[in-house]
């Protein structure tokens, strides 16, 4: 076609900045590739952060827990609720929790004791292996405790050190004891960095005089099922009981996660509009310098349409020029920080977004709509910042345009 | 003489500038039979090039009425007179006006494309014509590769390579040497006398005057003088 070769003739006419205004788009195109996966991998991070690392897919309390916690507000059985579930495919953990204060030396802490079953919980969630340092529990060693993060910062507590610990045990008395630190975990999440203290449920159960039941069932759903298709089978065996998704425990991380593509699309947009500016700029001039030559066109018996088409083939050939730019080089840092990520480690300890923990390495995550989408508003924003100038071109008057200089 | 190609009656154009009202045809009656080689002459200002453009339908008289071909122009849409222009007239302007990115050959071309003739047809129309107008050597130059001459020479053979009905030519010779607008006259004549195209220019040059059939003497909008000439 007579007019792709025009067009790409023109565009080579002026090299320079055809070639400025294409790796601008390039560029942009990149960076926003990048970010677009990185905000996926971020999202991506929170939720598998959010549930797998402590919360779980769902989670089952006794009625009314969760509005008031209490130490007799008991799951009764707790073994064979987790034996069901486990044998309906689901993977589960059962928690006992207690306050009181903990104390290394002069330092105290108000702490929260965490009972859980070492093995179950290992299955269940990814606690066990997110050790900052030291070892997880071991149902042989009872006396062995592992502390969340800052908790270990305020009783300046290292591993292998002994921390007192005091509380109210559930028949009336008191409950205190010596533990040894055995290890510290990095972070998880506000609640657990600040005043997690981790036992094996033996140990919760000796020390709190409990001698059974439990405060929580914590469920983690296959990756190839559908947690609201999981939902039914749950409640069905957690019958009586409280049964909430993690969506419904942190509702806040939950909208956050979901409208996470509600804060790309803004960013996107006026990323974009920058380019916008710079093509509207590009092909304005590139139509003033031409107006002749459309006068001739026109003359000639070229309609409007085509003048327009022309304009438009124009900046649509530099766009595929910059989408293949963009991709060649935006796709492939995506996927190297899919496998590297970004260590944010020398900017914080540690952070958490809604009170769940991220990782301190950014990684991005890659997927066809985190790249589509992009590319898309590229070719949307080209369209719309080419259109007046297009029109303009259209619209001449081909008298005016044969005698303009 | 053929049957008519042009009629302007009472046609009058008058142009706005700063508010002040500029005549530049004030009441022009013309006819032009098919085959004429015409030329229109008259002292700057006077409305030749207004006439041209009407006539090619590049501009709308104030009033008046402009037929080409018995098709009244103020009954046509843009996209009409967009495809009577590509179908039925050529233009030859003073400056060439030749596509800057194209080369010569596609140039000559780029009228047979708009109008959708098939590639074997084309190639075998805008080759003989190159080579009827002296340019078949260099037909894959770009306009700035070419001179002037030579470059209305490619705006010739664009003008009639799709044999339209009629030929506009806006002082064709204007810039070029004498040498050069000797051989471009040729080169029309031959073209109005072997392919019966019919020519209306407009003109200063006295060679052109002299060559035509027929000269219109144009003054202030109207025209004075109509002079069959003998050759």
């Given amino acids: 076609m007579k007019i792709w070769r025009m067009a790409f003739r023109n565009i080579l006419r002026m090299k320079r900045r055809s070639l400025i205004t294409t790796l601008a788009m390039a560029f942009a195109l990149g960076i926003m590739i990048v970010y677009s996966c990185l905000m996926d991998g971020l999202v991506h991070d929170m939720e598998k952060n959010a549930t797998m690392l402590e919360m779980g897919h769902v989670q089952i309390h006794a009625p009314g827990y969760l509005e008031s916690p209490s130490i007799y507000k008991r799951i009764e059985d707790p073994e064979s609720l987790v034996a069901s579930l486990q044998n309906a495919g689901f993977h589960a953990s059962y928690r006992l929790f207690a306050s009181g204060l903990a104390a290394r030396g002069n330092a105290s802490a108000g702490v929260q004791f965490r009972g859980v079953d070492p093995t179950l919980e290992s299955d269940t969630t990814r606690l066990p292996h997110h050790l900052l340092e030291g070892k997880w529990l071991d149902e042989k060693e009872p006396k062995n405790v592992v502390l969340g993060k800052r908790l270990a910062q305020t009783l300046s507590a290292k591993v292998s050190d002994e921390i007192v610990v005091v509380s109210q045990a559930s028949d009336g008395s008191i409950a205190n004891e010596l533990y040894i630190v055995a290890g510290i975990l990095k972070s998880v999440g506000e609640i657990v960095d600040r005043s997690g203290l981790f036992m094996t449920v033996s140990a919760f159960r000796e020390l709190m005089v409990m001698p059974e039941g439990s405060h929580e069932i914590v469920i983690a759903v296959p990756p190839e099922q559908e947690l609201q298709d999981a939902l039914p089978a749950i409640k069905k065996i957690a019958q009586g009981l409280d049964v909430k998704t993690w969506e419904q425990l942190n509702p806040a991380l939950a909208e956050m996660i979901n409208s996470a593509d509600a804060f790309l699309i803004p960013l996107i947009v006026i990323t974009y509009m920058a380019i916008a500016i710079v093509i509207l700029n590009a092909m304005l001039m590139a139509v003033f310098e031409r107006i002749h030559e459309y006068g001739v066109m026109k003359a000639l018996g070229v309609g409007p349409f085509s003048v327009f088409r022309l304009v438009l083939i124009e900046a649509f050939i530099m766009t595929h020029g910059a989408a293949i730019l963009g991709l060649a080089t935006g796709v492939p840092l995506a996927f190297y920080l899919e496998t590297h990520g970004i260590d944010l480690g020398i900017f914080a300890q540690g952070a958490t977004i809604s009170g769940v923990a991220i990782d301190l390495v950014w990684r991005s995550l890659v997927s066809v709509s985190s790249i589509l989408m992009p590319l898309i508003f590229l070719y949307i924003l080209v369209l719309l910042g080419t259109m007046y100038p297009a029109i303009k071109a259209a619209r001449l008057k081909p008298v005016d345009a044969i005698h303009h200089h | ?231």
């Fill in chain 2, 1 to 231: 003489m053929g049957s008519l190609i042009v009629r302007m009656k009472d046609v009058i154009k008058t142009y706005q500038l700063d508010g002040v009202s500029i005549p530049a045809l004030r009441g022009l009656n013309l006819e032009v039979s098919a085959g004429e080689f015409t030329a229109i002459s008259g002292p700057s200002g006077s409305g030749k090039t207004t006439a041209l453009n009407i006539i090619g339908a590049l501009d709308t008289p104030t009033s008046g009425i402009v037929e080409v071909e018995g098709k009244d122009l103020s009954s046509l849409s843009k996209t009409e007179l967009a495809k009577m222009r590509m179908n039925r007239i050529g233009f030859i302007f003073q400056a060439y006006n030749l596509i800057p990115v194209l080369t010569a050959y596609e140039n000559a071309e780029f009228v047979l494309v708009l109008r959708g003739m098939p590639l074997m047809q084309r190639r075998e129309k805008v080759q003989a014509i190159l080579e009827e107008v002296g340019m078949a050597d260099m037909m894959d130059r770009r306009p700035d590769q070419l001179s002037g001459g030579q470059q209305q020479r490619i705006a010739i053979a664009r003008a009639v390579v799709a044999e339209p009905a009629l030929v506009l030519a806006d002082e064709p010779t204007a810039n070029v040497d004498s040498k050069t607008a000797d051989s471009l006259l040729d080169l029309m004549e031959h073209m109005n006398k072997t392919h019966g195209v019919t020519f209306v220019f407009s003109t200063h040059d006295p060679r052109v005057m002299n060559r035509s059939d027929r000269l219109l003497v144009l003054r202030d909008g109207v025209i004075t003088e109509d002079i069959l000439q003998k050759k």
